[in-house]
């Protein structure tokens, strides 16, 4: 079973997933990704946080291909295969 990791960025620095999950493939690492990403945006419901047009998070597989980028609008922005 694959394994893929969640970075996330809110465009100047990043945030890294040291442990990633194994998962069935690109489509459960894309299900992943967006809840991941509807989590982030739902905790930083802050007022001072309203513009997250610089964050995006990148997926990538066990060897540290990206698999695919998404931003917080979730729209993938790039995509392997």
């Known amino acids: 079973m694959p394994r893929y990791f969640f970075h996330f960025s809110d465009g100047k620095r990043r945030f890294s997933d040291t442990e990633g999950r194994d998962l069935t493939g690109m ?14 945006k739902a905790a930083m419901c802050d007022p001072g946080i309203q513009d997250l047009s610089g964050w995006s998070m990148t997926v990538v597989d066990g060897d540290g291909a990206v698999v695919f980028e998404t931003g917080f609008d979730l729209k993938v922005r790039g995509a392997k295969g």
């Open 27 to 40: 489509a459960a690492a894309r299900t992943v990704a967006v809840n991941q990403v509807r989590d982030l």
